[in-house]
């Protein structure tokens, strides 16, 4: 097995899950977000599944030197929401499918969409 060092990690993603009865929820959770990591980039808001993820979502990216702020801080302030979070290495499937990180229920995503195949 190649060891991968974290200066491989480019970037982190975590997406928030929500549905129509945590929409307002999670609305709330995007807008503090400017304010609490001015450095992150808060992304979309979809109401419809996006790519792998299989629920709506929106994305937090942000680099590695916010991880230890950005991270404990969703884990306090997700308000009973999903949040999945993985790594940026250049190769996606993987990240999302071995170098994951859940909080709260873990859902399963679609990867052939990261393979091309969704």
Do not use: C, K
């Not at 503090?32 to 979809?46: N, Q, T, W």
């Not at 709506?56 to 009973?80: C, K, N």
């Amino acid at each position: 097995m190649t060891a991968v060092v974290t200066a491989a990690i480019d970037s982190y993603h975590a997406h928030v899950y929500f549905d129509a009865a945590t929409r307002d929820a999670a609305w709330a959770l995007r807008e503090r977000l400017p304010s609490v990591f001015p450095g992150a980039e808060i992304g979309r808001f979809h109401e419809r599944p996006v790519g792998p993820h299989p629920r709506w979502s929106f994305q937090i990216a942000f680099a590695p030197d916010l991880f230890d702020r950005v991270v404990p801080w969703l884990m306090l302030h997700r308000e009973g929401l999903t949040v999945f979070l993985h790594p940026n290495t250049g190769d996606a499937y993987t990240d999302h499918a071995d170098r994951a990180v859940w909080m709260g229920e873990l859902l399963p995503l679609n990867l052939e969409a990261l393979r091309g195949g969704g």
